[in-house]
T-cell receptor, first 113, second 110 residues
């Protein structure tokens, strides 16, 4: 079964540092997403990406966040200057046209210290 | 008001029990709804879509009541392996954004 692959599985970074979270969506999928889940809280939408541009972003996705699909296979989330409150599990997801059944990656646990 | 609201539980039930989870949503424009399952510190996985006519998948039955903006999930003959958090999810807008409830935790005990 095709998978969405995320790396690394766990990243520890110092406050103020930049981090890049990487995702390889399913190859024929067209829509890409990032979600996050702070420990003990609900899964929250960050951003959707289609046709090489952001189609929607949440209030959480401020100027410190950016996404990129640099080479047609990877989909990255960059946090420019991490804060303690950015500590969370970050999930990448993708889906095909017309399908609302997402496939989620296994997540990257980001710990900001 | 939260967009998707669930009772967080936990629901502690014996094996073989029938358990029901409920969920309400606030955005009447939401068109599609899902139940996802999330195991501890893992990614959400689609359990089933929810239709107004009701749909069943083995021991699981989901129901949508648009008039009441209410969604339910029924699990029959609970297994130990059903222990997880069940997420009620609404599809919002036309970008495919998912709105998650906080989840209901189920613990099935021997």
């Amino acid at each position: 079964e095709p998978e969405v692959t995320q790396t690394p599985s766990h990243q520890v970074t110092q406050m103020g540092q930049e981090v890049i979270l990487r995702c390889v969506p399913i190859s024929n999928h067209l829509y890409f997403y990032w979600y996050r889940q702070i420990l003990g809280q609900k899964v929250e939408f960050l951003v959707s990406f289609y046709n090489n541009e952001i189609s929607e972003k949440s209030e959480i996705f401020d100027d410190q966040f950016s996404v990129e699909r640099p080479d047609g296979s990877n989909f990255t989330l960059k946090i420019r200057s991490t804060k303690l409150e950015d500590s969370a599990m970050y999930f990448c997801a993708s889906r095909d046209r017309g399908q609302y059944g997402y496939t989620f990656g296994s997540g990257t646990r980001l710990t900001v210290v | 008001r939260k967009e998707v609201e669930q009772d967080p539980g936990p629901f502690n039930v014996p094996e073989g029990a029938t358990v029901a989870f409920n969920c309400t949503y606030s955005n009447s424009a939401s068109q599609s709804f899902f139940w996802y399952r999330q195991d501890c510190r893992k990614e959400p996985k689609l359990l089933m879509s929810v239709y107004s006519s009701g749909n069943e998948d083995g021991r699981f039955t989901a129901q949508l009541n648009r008039a009441s903006q209410y969604i339910s999930l029924l699990i029959r003959d609970s297994k130990l392996s059903d222990s997880a958090t069940y997420l009620c999810v609404a599809l919002a807008g036309n970008t495919g954004k998912l709105i998650f409830g906080q989840g209901t935790t189920l613990q099935v005990k021997p």
